[in-house]
């Protein structure tokens, strides 16, 4: 009885603190600045996907790209992803939906999410969850921009505003990660000692009295 016991709390501590930091169905790519042919991997759950499209978390309603009926639409496109992305088959065989970036930077920084229209129920459907993070190599700092390449007058050496603002969204999630499975283990810890506790409460036996003869 005690091992089912022990075995139920420790079941219940992987339930509740590893989703806490891994996320099912999400996958996290690593790439350096400068990088071309990075692949976000998307599979569509049929063949007959005529519309794909790619968005980063935090850009609201600009989209990294948009294709549809065979052609991609760069009209709301974030000026950013212009000229640098494309799918990695355009004819979407076997449900390949797959976005290629190239000359990545640490202003790539985020989360991807693909999706799909579904002619079924004529909306579209979430099918995957990308984190992607560009690092700097040794020695390099900056990377690909707007203007070829060189910062604007008045800006630090190091980094763009945004590339400051995506690092401190990636540390503050970090962050909180590191936070929610430290509080969860502190409560398995609590309530593993509370067992225990019981556990030699219950085995614990008074001596005999001795009784008159």
């Known amino acids: 009885m005690g091992a089912c016991?022990?075995?139920?709390w420790i079941s219940l501590f992987v339930v509740v603190v590893v989703p806490s930091a891994v996320v099912s169905g999400q996958e996290i790519i690593t790439a350096k600045?400068?990088?071309?042919?990075?692949?976000?991997?998307?599979?569509?759950?049929?063949?007959?996907?005529t519309h794909v499209e790619w968005r980063r978390t935090d850009l609201w309603k600009e989209y990294v790209l948009?294709?549809?009926?065979?052609?991609?639409?760069?009209?709301?496109?974030?000026?950013?992803?212009?000229?640098?992305?494309?799918?990695?088959?355009?004819?979407?065989?076997?449900?390949?939906?797959s976005l290629i970036l190239n000359n990545v930077t640490t202003a790539d920084n985020g989360t991807y999410e693909c999706r799909v229209f579904m002619e079924d129920t004529r909306s579209w459907k979430s099918i995957s969850i990308i984190h992607l993070i560009v690092v700097?190599?040794?020695?390099?700092?900056?990377?690909?921009?707007?203007?070829?390449g060189k910062e604007d007058e008045g800006k630090e050496a190091g980094g763009t505003?945004?590339?400051?603002?995506?690092?401190?969204?990636?540390?503050?999630?970090?962050?909180?990660?590191?936070?929610a499975v430290l509080f969860f283990a502190f409560v398995f810890f609590l309530i593993y000692r509370k067992y225990k506790a019981q556990q030699k409460q219950v085995s614990y036996k008074p001596p005999i009295e001795i009784q008159p003869v």
């Open 66 to 97: 948009l294709y549809r009926d065979g052609h991609l639409y760069p009209d709301n496109q974030h000026p950013s992803f212009k000229n640098r992305v494309d799918l990695q088959d355009r004819q979407m065989k076997d449900g390949d939906v």
């Open 136 to 148: 700097d190599p040794p020695g390099q700092t900056g990377g690909h921009t707007e203007n070829g």
């Open 33 to 49: 600045s400068g990088q071309d042919n990075i692949p976000l991997l998307c599979r569509a759950p049929n063949n007959k996907t």
């Open 5 to 8: 016991s022990l075995t139920t």
């Open 161 to 179: 505003e945004s590339e400051g603002k995506n690092a401190e969204f990636d540390l503050l999630t970090v962050g909180l990660l590191v936070a």
